[in-house]
């Protein structure tokens, strides 16, 4: 675990992910995460998840691993005094209630500001803090929904899809990560701190890379497009971006420009060691292609070709290859797959962390990051 954040006491007033996802970050940076917990029950608004009678537990201990536990009740005036004296000697608070509800309790940035000039009060929220939606209370569908990745996700005949795992809150959470580290920074400045707003639906946009600016560009809305790639074809023609191999899927598209052509020629290459390549793909002059004014009859032969030629490979034979022939390829992972992917485990991604609520150990990712030199707190 870094200790970027040595120094800093981080306290989380947050539930269900995004928060977490955020506070989570910040102990991974070395930050001291207080978690607020109710007295009964602790944190009860833990996962939907009720397949496995353990699964709250475990979903719950990788959402705040790295964590402390105090149990408040901020209903009661004894309760308030233990949290503004705890919020004294802190630098951060990160909550993610309902809109207005700390503001109720008399605990909003405004408040607490005045107790602790140099406290960041961050503040998760579906819609932010401002705006005609402010009001609303939001859940990760709805934060897909509003932000527009449901509309370009799924099969291009069905209906919008929702994303699993939720990258809604947990894009959030990042955001909102980035927001508390740029106000500790200002803070080493001027001594003051601030108030740091993120919104749900704005932290999905980034999520959607190209699709926010689409429009700009072609005057078109992206859509739906399932398994293939669109927006590289002036035609309109669509490229397969997953395909199924012997025991899984890979990805892999036919691409344009100098790395592309590199690509799609060692992989034509490789079907003509196997005895699976068509002439006409042989024939192809990879210096001048280009992928942007294949027509759809074009794409549709040359995808016809290449798919019976990936149904022959396994995952690990397809990764091999593409690394050795310097291909744009990669197997498309399981969790399996990345319990024992040897990347992660070189980084030292992994950690056994004991789960007494479980009866066992359980295995967490920890090593996000790897940072030369701490980021000293100011007294």
């Given amino acids: 675990m870094s200790q970027a954040l040595a120094g800093i ?29 109710e007295p009964k029950g602790g944190d009860v608004a833990r996962t939907n998840m009720r397949d ?24 009661t005036e004894e309760g308030k005094a233990l949290f503004r004296q705890v919020i004294a000697k802190s630098d951060v608070l990160v909550e ?35 705006g005609p939606y402010s009001g609303f209370k939001s859940f990760e569908p709805i934060a897909q929904a509003m932000g527009g990745a449901m509309c370009v996700t799924g099969r291009p005949d069905g209906p919008p899809t929702y994303v699993w795992p939720s990258i809604g809150d947990s894009g959030t959470g990042m955001h909102m990560t980035i927001g508390i580290l740029a106000a500790l920074q200002q803070r080493h400045s001027t001594g003051r701190g601030q108030h740091v707003d993120a919104s749900a639906q704005c932290g999905v946009l980034p999520m959607l890379v190209h699709a926010p600016t689409f429009w700009e560009m072609a005057g078109v809305n992206p859509m739906r497009a399932g398994a293939f790639l669109v927006g590289r074809n002036v035609n309109g023609a ?15 598209a036919i691409y344009g420009g100098s790395a ?14 196997k005895g699976m390549a068509p002439d006409f793909l042989l024939a192809i002059d ?19 070709a290449i798919a019976p030629f990936f149904l ?11 690394e050795a022939r310097r291909m744009l390829g990669y197997v498309v992972a399981t969790a399996e797959d990345i319990a024992a992917d040897p990347q992660l485990k070189a980084r030292g991604v992994w ?23 701490p980021l000293q707190a100011t007294q």
Avoid at 119 to 128: E, M, P, R, V
Avoid at 238 to 248: E, L
């Fill in 9 to 37: 006491r981080v306290i989380d007033m947050t539930h269900n992910q995004a928060g977490p996802a955020c506070t989570q970050m910040l102990a991974f940076l070395g930050a001291d995460v207080i978690k607020l917990e």
């Fill in 52 to 75: 496995r009678p353990d699964s709250d537990s475990l979903f719950f201990l990788v959402l705040n691993a790295n964590k402390r536990s105090l149990t408040l009740n901020l209903k």
């Fill in 96 to 130: 993610n209630f309902g809109p207005g509800a700390l503001d109720r309790l008399g605990l909003g940035w405004r408040g607490l500001c005045e107790l602790n000039p140099r406290l960041i009060y961050a503040t998760i929220k579906g819609f932010g803090t401002y």
């Fill in 238 to 252: 669509r490229m397969r971006n997953i395909w199924p191999c012997r025991d899984g899927f890979v990805t892999f």
């Fill in 260 to 273: 592309g052509r590199l690509s799609n020629r060692a992989l034509v290459e490789w079907m003509a060691e």
């Fill in 286 to 304: 990879w210096d001048t292609f280009e992928v942007a004014t294949m027509t759809h009859r074009e794409v549709e032969n040359m995808e016809a």
């Fill in 312 to 322: 022959t490979l396994t995952k690990r034979e397809f990764m091999e290859q593409t």
């Fill in 351 to 373: 950690t056994d962390a004991d789960a007494p609520e479980l009866g066992r150990a359980v295995r967490l990712p920890v090593g996000w990051f790897r940072l030369a030199a």
